[in-house]
């Protein structure tokens, strides 16, 4: 019965990872994903302003 004691815990971890895994690729996409890309979009663009506008104030 030693054996079954050693496999558990990397079965159990195996599951859950298995498990979080399936978490993530099932929400990429859908309904939220115009708005996570807005949102993305959003701070990339007040980035390059920020660099832009200190690129800017340097020359």
Known sequence: ?????????PVVMAAFFIGVVRVIVKTQGGAAKAKEDAAVDAALARTEGVREASAGGDA
């Open 1 to 9: 019965m030693d054996y079954v004691s050693a496999l558990v815990p």
